[in-house]
């Protein structure tokens, strides 16, 4: 089928300037979300809400084929310091430069897969679609895709639209933060009393700096432990009787969080707690069918060191959209039109008539 890109495109950057100037910082998205509803309804589909999440099913939805779900995100992160523009007003320039909070990260993705969902379910498919506009992905809140997936019918593929260039993102880091603690005994430091916590957490720090994990993925790279916060101490004469420090682990697909806790915890003496063990990593083969089709298209599949919300998806996902991972979250973030047109035409090459 033949599709007016220069028009679908059109339509996405006139939402996109919508949204942009409706403030969604995660867990504040009510009003986007209040926006989408309504444009999804005026193209005379039926919606389905829970919190500030939106979605969409495809018309005569049938249970006896695959689903594929198309899902980015609304909220966006807080406008950082630096700011030239105002990240609230949708500014587009005469190059093509469409500057706003949430234009790349992920905005041009949200629109461009809301416009090749309407137009692919004119058509017929092997599959299912729907279409999912999720909050809360910024801060990975329980409130976001998570609660969702539950009310939605069995899925049997996801691509998750977030700035990849339009390259195909088969496997993501997952993330696991660890609180360690030291227990001590307190004392005055003039005198040979107490017993320091901070001494006893240094030879734990050495050991996530210096230890490896055996198996390294060939997309992803090796397991990455980093130290980031360390506490202790109440004033300079007193021996602090407890110290704590944190742990952002990033790990590949070969290792569960679970099983990278139970293995941190076999080698540390100190105690330690996991915040969650549910930001796994994610991993598609590079056989599937879609990815397959990826790669026939020109794009090259990669493992990705960004958290999305394939981390809470149970079916297998593929993380593809427009825009650059590197302008994510700062100032002055911007998208190119042409990303967005590229967009379009791709997702559409990709799925019209794809096989799950």
């Given at each position: ?30 009003q ?83 416009q ?39 899925l ?18 997952g ?11 307190s ?14 957490v ?13 198996q ?13 916060m ?6 300079h ?11 952002d ?34 991993h ?14 020109g ?58």
């Amino acid at each position: 089928m033949t599709y007016d890109i220069p028009t679908l495109a059109s339509d996405a950057i006139g939402l996109l300037k919508s949204l942009i100037a409706i403030p969604s910082v995660s867990r504040d998205e009510q009003q986007a979300a209040d926006f989408l509803q309504r444009y999804i309804e005026m193209q005379g589909m039926d919606t389905g809400r829970k919190g500030n999440n939106v979605w969409c099913l495809s018309p005569m939805f049938d249970l006896n084929k695959p689903t594929l779900l198309l899902n980015s995100h609304i909220d966006t992160v807080k406008p950082v310091n630096g700011w030239r523009k105002d990240p609230f007003t949708p500014q587009l320039e005469p190059n093509g430069k469409l500057y706003g909070l949430g234009s790349n990260d992920a905005g041009a993705s949200l629109v461009s897969l809301l416009q090749v969902f309407l137009q692919l379910c004119r058509t017929r498919q092997y599959y299912n679609l729907i279409y999912l506009a999720s909050c809360e992905e910024e801060v990975s809140g329980a409130g976001g895709i998570e609660c969702v997936l539950p009310e939605l019918p069995p899925l049997t593929f996801a691509l998750v639209g977030e700035p990849t260039e339009m390259q195909p993102a088969i496997a993501e880091k997952g993330l696991m933060v660890l609180d360690v603690t030291a227990t001590g005994r307190s004392g005055h430091a003039a005198r040979e009393e107490g017993d320091n916590a901070i001494y006893k957490v240094l030879d734990d720090i050495a050991w996530f700096r210096d230890y490896r994990f055996e198996q390294v993925s060939p997309l992803l790279g090796p397991v990455k432990m980093s130290v980031t916060m360390v506490n202790a101490g109440t004033q300079h004469n007193v021996i602090p009787d407890r110290c704590t420090f944190v742990v952002d682990i990033r790990s590949n697909e070969c290792y569960t969080n679970q099983a990278l806790f139970d293995e941190i915890t076999r080698h540390i003496h100190c105690q330690a707690k996991a915040r969650s063990f549910r930001l796994s990593s994610s991993h598609v083969s590079p056989k599937h069918p879609l990815v397959q089709r990826a790669v026939a298209l020109g794009r090259t599949p990669f493992g990705s060191p960004t958290l999305s919300d394939q981390a809470l998806l149970s079916c297998p996902s593929m993380k593809m959209g427009p825009g650059k991972s590197a302008r994510s979250h700062t100032a002055d973030e911007f998208i190119f039109v042409k990303e967005i047109e590229e967009a379009i035409g791709l997702y559409l090459e990709l799925l019209d008539g794809a096989q799950l």
